[in-house]
């Protein structure tokens, strides 16, 4: 008897080592919300850099979860003209975050894929800084309800 007591107490610190799905689930959203943020932030800061932020307010849309956000993101991307000056490393870097944020999601969400606005031919200019103004304000926004990206 006293031989299996010793064993059991041998190997707890094993069994502590070992670590929890809860803890290991609320690690990784706690980091794919830093991750988020820091992207956010750093793409704020690049579209401030390149358009100067006038205190103008656009709407935007509401940070509803992280299916919400990918689909805003790249709906946003979508609006942003090619040819519009300054913007190739804003539309990659909005894209690289949409796309960490869609393949978090499709290992943690069970919903379908989001849904994308058709991209606007006429105006690409016009529609392309108020999209990335949008998309300024959206970020914005998604740092401060950062939270709500645990939803799908």
């Known amino acids: 008897?006293?031989?299996?007591?010793?064993?059991?107490?041998?190997?707890l610190p094993l069994s502590l080592c070992v670590?929890?799905?809860?803890?290991l689930?609320?690690?990784d959203v706690e980091k794919m919300k830093s991750k988020v943020t820091w992207k956010a932030l750093g793409l704020v800061a690049r579209i401030d850099k390149h358009f100067?932020?006038?205190g103008l307010r656009f709407d935007t849309d509401k940070v509803e979860g992280s299916t919400s956000v990918v689909a805003s993101l790249e709906s946003y991307n979508n609006l942003i003209s090619d040819r519009f000056g300054g913007v190739s490393q804003i539309k990659t870097e909005i894209s690289s975050l949409a796309g960490y944020l869609n393949h978090w999601r499709e290992g943690n969400c069970q919903e379908q894929q989001p849904k994308v606005w058709p991209r606007r031919n006429i105006f690409n200019h016009t529609v392309s800084l108020e999209a990335l103004m949008r998309v300024r304000e959206f970020l914005k926004l998604l740092v401060e309800n950062q939270d709500l990206l645990e939803k799908c």
Do not use: E, F, Q
Request: aromatic share 0%; hydrophobic share 65%.
């Open 25 to 27: 689930d609320a690690m």
């Open 52 to 54: 100067p932020d006038r």
């Open 1 to 11: 008897m006293d031989h299996i007591l010793a064993l059991v107490l041998a190997l």
């Open 19 to 23: 670590a929890l799905p809860g803890a």
